[in-house]
């Protein structure tokens, strides 16, 4: 630890400390002079001189002493590398009961990984919101010399794609995998509508036959094509707009509460925020860009709905591309926490300085009570 000054300057109301040493030189006593008749008859002789004397020398020290506080606070004290610089263990919630009782107490600081970092000993949090930004988190808050281990279980969630880059090397210990793998969820086959101008009736025959290649064989496809005069159903998730010009405001609308629509070229729409490709050509061109809106996503098509234009619309993977954009593939959200151990590479984090003024506060707080209880009392000790 290294105490430091961030504000010297205030150092300078060190000066003050002459007011109470020149008040208490100049303070006379109060003497009351009592006449005696005996000594009438002396002669008067000169009075010596007078040292410089200084009466009620403990208030003068305390109050010396308040000054230097208020002017060391003014200047603002703190100590760098004041943090704990134990050995953390880190433990993330949902680490099996045998791996938490083998963690050997050595003097380290053991915690989760849960927000704010509780110490281990209590009920166990339940899972944070994103694992690798609270590994992250707690990488930035330890100064760069903390030893830092993370306990995790076998099988990681909610965590993102990226392996966690730390300023440190961490001792990574991974528990059992979990032998029981969840069920995939049955997501229901993509109900397709599309709504067409006139002469936009033939691009229609793209769509329905992506429908159907989505159907499973001797079923009928979930699909709905009709005018654009044809409202568009509250439940619907995916529509096509094959129309040119500004899109409905009820289909706006239906956009907002988090419905996603696929636009034609020449179809008006607003989007918020940037847009994204989502849909590429064989040299890497942007066929299609994708945007929020609302709750919602608007697709827009870069080219004529033609296939002079996108060749891939006469081609097999068409089916799959267009359900990519119109019902992407979640995150992954369970991951093998061998393949997720951190990286090392992060910048070092400055760690914030301990300031002391709270302290110092307190003292100065006390110092000043002291000083009113002695300056005030009935019986004050007078110097010789």
């Known amino acids: 630890m290294s105490p430091s000054l961030l504000a010297p300057l205030g150092l300078f109301a060190l000066l003050a400390l ?40 403990w208030l003068l020290v305390l109050r010396l002493a308040l000054l230097a506080l208020l002017a060391l606070w003014l200047a603002r004290p703190v100590l760098w590398n004041a943090t704990d610089e134990r050995p953390v263990v880190a433990v993330a919630p949902g680490v099996d009961a045998a791996t938490l009782a083998a963690l050997t107490d050595g003097g380290d600081r053991r915690v989760w990984l849960a927000p704010g970092f509780p110490a281990v000993g209590g009920p166990a949090p339940g899972p944070g919101p994103n694992l690798a930004s609270l590994i992250r988190q707690l990488d930035t808050e330890l100064s760069p010399g903390t030893p830092l281990a993370l306990v995790v279980p076998g099988t990681l969630t909610g965590v993102d794609a990226e392996r966690p880059r730390l300023s440190r090397r961490v001792d990574w210990r991974v528990g059992p995998v979990a032998t029981r793998a969840a069920s995939p969820a049955q997501t229901r086959p993509l109900a397709l509508s599309v709504r067409y101008a006139p002469e936009a009736e033939g691009t229609v025959r793209y769509f329905r036959a992506a429908a159907t290649a989505w159907t499973m064989a001797g079923a009928d496809p979930a699909f709905d094509a009709a005018t654009t005069d044809r409202p568009v159903a509250r439940d619907t998730r995916a529509l096509v707009w094959l129309a040119a010009g500004s899109v409905p405001a ?30 590429r050509d064989a040299t890497g061109a942007p066929l299609a860009l994708a945007g929020a ?90 110097a010789p």
């Open 250 to 279: 009820g289909v706006v609308a239906w956009v907002r509460d988090g419905g996603t629509i696929l636009t034609a070229l020449d179809a008006v729409i607003p989007v918020e925020g940037e847009t994204t490709p989502v849909w």
């Open 293 to 382: 809106l609302g709750r919602g996503r608007v697709i827009r098509l870069t080219r004529a709905l033609e296939p002079a234009a996108i060749p891939a619309l006469v081609e097999a993977s068409f089916p799959d591309a267009l359900m990519t954009m119109l019902r992407p593939a979640p995150a992954p959200a369970r991951v093998a926490a061998s393949a997720l151990a951190p990286l090392i590479g992060a910048a070092p984090y400055t760690q914030p300085p301990l300031d002391l003024r709270p302290w110092l506060a307190l003292l100065i707080a006390a110092a000043f009570a002291a000083e009113r209880w002695m300056a005030t009392r009935r019986q004050r000790a007078v």
């Open 18 to 57: 002459a007011i109470p040493v020149i008040l208490h030189i100049a303070r006379r006593t109060e003497n009351r002079t009592i006449a005696f008749a005996a000594l009438r008859w002396l002669e008067a002789r000169p009075n010596p001189r007078r040292s410089v004397t200084v009466d009620e020398r």
